[in-house]
Each structure stands twice: as C-alpha cells, then as structure tokens.
C-alpha cells in the first residue's frame, strides 16, 4: 500500500483553488457567513485537516432562501422558454469540463475517493446537464387533451414547481447534485444547494461553473452546514420542493418532515442489492466487471451489489473467482492512479465497517481475504471478502457502504429470487448469465428499481430510484425531471374557440 503522509495532504490542498473558506454562494455572489463556527475538512487517507467551511447560520439560510424565492417570484429564469434555459445547461456542462482536475482533487481530498473514480465526475455531470437541456422540446410541445365525451378540450401546462431544496451525500457529491440540478434549472426552478459537511469544497466547482455560464443570480445558492442547517432548510416555508440522496434514517426524517408540511419530496436512500449468479454464468466474464458492480468507490456506492448469490453446485468457484479479484485489486492512496480502493471516507463509518466485519465472523462467516483495518495514518479497511454467509447474519441484511462483498449459497431459483427479495431494500441488483433470456425474466422477478444484465451502469435517459427503504421516487428521464414540475389543466369548450 502507498502510505499518505501529512505533507501529501497539505501540499495537494496548497494547489487548489480552495481549502479554508469563509463564504456561501448567495444570489450570484460569493458573500461572507454571518457566523463563526467552522466545520473542518479532514482527508480521511491521511485523517489531516486540510481545510474548512462556515457553519451556516439562521442569517444565512434565510438570505439564500429569500434570492431563491426572489429569483423565482419576480426573476426571468422561470420565464424563460425551456429552449433558452436549455442553452444555459449546456454552457453550464462545458464550464463543468474546464473545472476537471481541480474538481478531482478536491474530491478525492474530501472523501477518499480513488483519483480513477473522481477523474469522471466532471465528464459525467456534463453530460447529465446535456441530457437535460435536450428535453426542453418535450417541455414546450402543445399538450392538448379532448375530454371523453367531446365538445371541451384542456390544456395542460407545465409548469416549474418553485424553490428547490438540493441535499447531497458524501459519497458522490458532483453526480449526486448534477442528477438534481440539471432538471430543476431545466424544469424553470431556484435552488439552494445543501452539500454533505464533509464534502463542501468540490460543489463549489459545479457552483462556480453555473456562475461562470450566466445562471441569473439567485438561481443557485450554496449553503454549507451541519445536520441542522439540512432541517432548516428542509422546513424552510419558501421551500416547494426537497430532493435528498443520503442515509435511510436521515431519509425517514425529511420523509416526515415533508409529509407533515405537505411538500414534495425525492428521497434516493440505501440499498442491499444481490447479485444473482446463475449456474451458466461465465465466472471469468464476471471478474472483469465484479469490483465496478459490486465493491464501486470502496465499496460506498448506493446501488452496488453487495450480496452475491451463487448456486450451490458453483459455490466454492464463486468464491475463489471473488477472492482472487479483489486480493489482487491495489489499495493505498487515492490520489495514486493505480490505486482501486482508498480509505472509508470518515471516521464514523470506518467504525461500521469494522463493527460488521466483528459480527459477521461471531455468526460463522468465513473470511477468505481482508477483513482488517490496516495500520494507519488513515481510515483503511482491507477489501474483504466474506464466504458461509446466511440470509439471517446482519453483513447480510445490514448496509455496509464498504469494500465488503458477502457470498451466499442458493438451492434453486426460487431459493434465489427469495433471498434476493428478502430485504428492507430495493434499489439496484444484477444478474450473470450467458442466456439472456433466462437473464431478464429473473430480473423481472427481483424486486428492486434498477437490475443489470452481466453489468451495471446508470442511464441518464431511464429512471433510477428505490422501492422499500430505498426512497421515494425517482431521477434521471423525463421521470426525474417531472418531478420539478407542477401541472395545472385549463378546460375550455371547443364551441368557444370557433
């Protein structure tokens, strides 16, 4: 493993546009917080602090809402046609691009993330707002409707559905705010933007790339802060919209908040997905994609496969194909290209991580690679691999949000299907087999919002979104960009329009 010293922490951080801030983004400016407290960046590969942001106070959520509001009540974006707002997000998607590398690092700096990983972020959210900006055509086409029984027709607009609240996670910051910021500006709405505490620093980035394409002010704003800024502004009165990715728990929280305010809320929340392999599966095929679908990001990924269900009779050659794998995967520091997995991205969950790992070895899993945290400095865990594992154990039914894989044996399909559906989850899954027909009926029969054939892989033109304890709702398609939509029917007699 590469080791990370302080002085690599603090020499990276030293190149980048920013680390000690003092600032939020508020109604197209960079303007000073009205409080004190600071929360701190720690890179979690070396456990240093490199940086800091303020701790919003009730002063500055209250002037972020208000240009919201402001921007949206009397500002001309959501009088734009779709068409021209449309024209912002692909300006919007280059200046994304020009901001690449910095954007990286202070990613990676933040949450660990491998270099490999962080490297895409900028190129996928571009293409996220480009996708977008292409469905202004659906926005501004004529939506007619005769009622059944003739003689009036209505018209049906669309329209934005005001101040957007942005809530994102820590695990992918840029992605997990492009897939809620691109259909809001294109859908005619304001946002405030609420990152993760402890990734604050790489949305300024994104944030700095919509002032850079024109975005009138007050459109966007950026607002960093604890926990309780989030509920602050989740219960804002001008909030008409909340978009949240982040844990179950929290997820239940701003659900009954939203649910007693009666505002709308998309919640994208955790999951413990199964990889179903089938008996014709072809093991080598799936080494080559197993790390990407099942461990992404060190094993931090919402959607990512985590139990792996082989058949009984190929049991022993799933685990020796899983073993070898991830064995030969290189771990160290994330800023090293050739790294695979980095450190768990706090201290918190580094602790989870290993609390699971303790369980699963008391209930009789058998650790056949990892399943240890390395000596520091940093929150690094062995990839690990865990084999005899049963539907019951808690690494089984537990989201983990580390580098983990859990193996489990199934009798037959039907035993399969069950146990992959036996779950508070549903939010990805895949299947790996030769047939593809065989393929797509199991996945048929999986219980969940998403399901890969032999890999795994988000569409930006297909909803994605969780049942059960996954969410509520869903992003990405016309799906995700409905939902910063609000209908109104305006009926009128046919006779009338002679």
């Known amino acids: 493993m590469t080791p990370v010293t302080t002085s690599t922490t603090v020499s990276r951080a030293s190149t980048l546009r920013w680390a000690h801030v003092d600032d939020h983004f508020v109604e197209g400016s960079w303007r000073p917080s009205t409080g004190t407290q600071r929360l701190p960046i720690i890179d979690p590969a070396s456990e240093e602090q490199w940086g800091s942001v303020p701790n919003a106070t009730a002063e500055d959520i209250e002037a972020a809402m208000r240009a919201a509001d402001t921007a949206f009540r009397s500002g001309r974006w959501p009088r734009m046609r779709p068409s021209e707002r ?26 660990g993330s491998p270099i490999t990983e962080t490297s895409g972020a900028a190129a996928n959210a571009a293409s996220i707002f480009r996708y977008f900006a292409c469905l202004a055509e659906h926005l501004e086409a004529d939506d007619v409707r005769e009622f059944p029984a003739g003689g009036a027709e209505s018209v049906v607009r669309r329209d934005p559905i005001g101040v957007c609240v942005l809530i994102a996670p820590w695990n992918f910051p840029i992605n997990l705010v492009a897939i809620k910021l691109a259909p809001a500006l294109l859908a005619g709405c304001t946002v405030v933007i609420k990152p993760a505490e402890s990734t604050p620093l790489s949305i300024r980035y994104l944030v700095d790339a919509v002032a850079a394409a024109g975005v009138p002010a007050g459109v966007v704003n950026l607002i960093t802060g604890d926990g309780m800024v989030g509920d602050a502004l989740v219960r804002h009165p001008r909030t008409a919209k909340v978009a949240f990715t982040g844990s179950t728990p929290v997820g239940r929280q701003i659900a009954a908040a939203c649910g007693e305010l009666l505002r709308p809320v998309t919640l994208e929340l955790g999951g413990k997905s199964s990889a179903l392999v089938l008996p014709d599966a072809n093991l080598d095929e799936m080494s080559s994609v197993l790390i990407r679908s099942c461990m992404r990001n060190t094993g931090q990924t919402c959607y990512i496969s985590t139990r792996i269900l082989a058949p009984r009779e190929r049991y022993e050659d799933v685990v020796d194909m899983a073993t070898r794998t991830i064995a030969a995967a290189p771990q160290g520091n994330p800023l090293d290209r050739s790294t695979v997995f980095g450190p768990l991205a706090n201290r918190k969950q580094y602790e989870v991580v290993l609390g699971l790992l303790e369980s699963a070895v008391d209930e ?86 998403s399901v890969g054939i032999n890999f795994f892989a988000s569409n930006h033109s297909a909803p994605f979104g969780g049942r059960h304890d996954s969410g509520l709702g869903v992003e990405y398609g016309m799906e995700g960009l409905s939902a910063y939509l609000t209908y109104k029917s305006i009926h009128r007699k046919l006779a009338e329009l002679i």
């Open 364 to 449: 009789g899993a058998r650790v056949t690679t990892g399943g240890f945290a390395l000596p520091g400095p940093g929150l690094f865990v062995a990839p690990t691999v865990l084999a005899d594992v049963t539907p019951q154990m808690r690494v089984a039914r537990e989201e983990i949000f580390g580098p983990v894989v859990t193996i489990i044996a199934y009798d037959d399909l039907d035993d399969a299907i069950e146990i992959a559906n036996d779950t508070d989850f549903g939010l990805g899954g895949l299947v790996f087999s030769t047939n593809p027909d065989a393929a797509l009926a199991v996945a048929d029969r999986m219980d969940t919002g």
């Open 86 to 111: 449309a024209t912002y997000l692909l300006r919007i998607a280059g200046e994304i691009e020009k901001r690449a590398h910095p954007l990286a690092c202070t990613n990676t700096l933040e949450n």
